[in-house]
């Protein structure tokens, strides 16, 4: 009941075009889906969250589209560019108030490579 | 946001030697993890640090084989003990700061046992 599952493993997009990422959760308590970008020998940095209050969160190129009935929710990155190239991480977690959160769960990762 | 270092930044180790891992943030946290991440794979929680108490195990993590200490609000280490060739992966410290939600990571460890 903690998984999330992720997918596609491995994405090619020529730039320009758009990406897309799809994770589902089986936990209905989770209430706050982050999504994490990584780059090779760095380590993981929070791209954008959501909280399940919104459908969508929209932050430059990134979009998260989240659908609670479905439990799902999705990265788009727009106009995609070589350097997004990077691991995708969805994950999601418990909010406890204020800034508490509980431990997060991670998604299996997308490696994400953009062609010039 | 938080700024977050580790040492050493990557090892070669030899089997049944144990590696302890700190990581420094620049500034006082609540939480602090520790996840493992194998390679080309997810990141796996291994514990929650507590400041002045015993750590919290994640499932299949134990204090015996990952010992971990948290003397104040910007420092933990982890140790890796007796180590194997399969404790070889990428160990990441994270926090979550005082006044936000966000969890940020350190570069990571990059741990080889031979």
């Known amino acids: 009941q903690q998984q999330v599952k992720q997918s596609p493993q491995s994405l090619i997009v020529q730039k320009g075009g758009i990406s897309i990422i799809n994770c589902a959760y089986e936990n209905t308590a989770f209430d706050y889906f982050p999504w994490y970008q990584q780059f090779p020998g760095k380590g993981p940095a929070l791209l954008i969250a959501?909280?399940?209050?919104?459908s969508e969160k929209k932050e430059g190129r990134f979009t998260i589209s989240f659908n609670k009935s479905a439990k799902q929710f999705s990265l788009h990155i727009m106009d995609s560019q070589p350097g997004d190239s990077a691991t995708y991480f969805c994950a999601a977690s418990k909010f406890y108030g204020g800034t508490s959160y509980g431990k997060l769960t991670f998604g299996q990762g997308t490696i994400l490579t953009v062609h010039p | 946001s938080a700024v977050i270092s580790q040492k050493p930044s990557r090892d070669i180790c030899q089997r049944g030697t144990s590696l302890t891992i700190q990581c420094q943030v620049d500034s006082q946290v609540t939480m602090m993890f520790w996840y493992r991440q194998q390679p080309g794979q997810s990141l796996t929680l291994i514990a929650t640090?507590?400041?002045?108490?015993?750590?919290?195990?994640e499932s299949g993590f134990v204090i015996d084989k990952f010992p971990i200490s948290r003397p104040n609000l910007t420092f933990s280490t982890l140790t890796v003990s007796n180590m194997s060739p399969e404790d070889s992966s990428i160990y990441l410290c994270?926090?979550?700061?005082?006044?936000?939600?966000?969890?940020?990571f350190g570069p990571g460890t990059r741990l080889t046992v031979l």
């Open positions: 959501i909280r399940p209050d919104v």
């Open positions: 640090a507590n400041q002045g108490s015993e750590a919290t195990y």
């Open positions: 994270s926090v979550q700061g005082r006044t936000t939600d966000t969890q940020y």
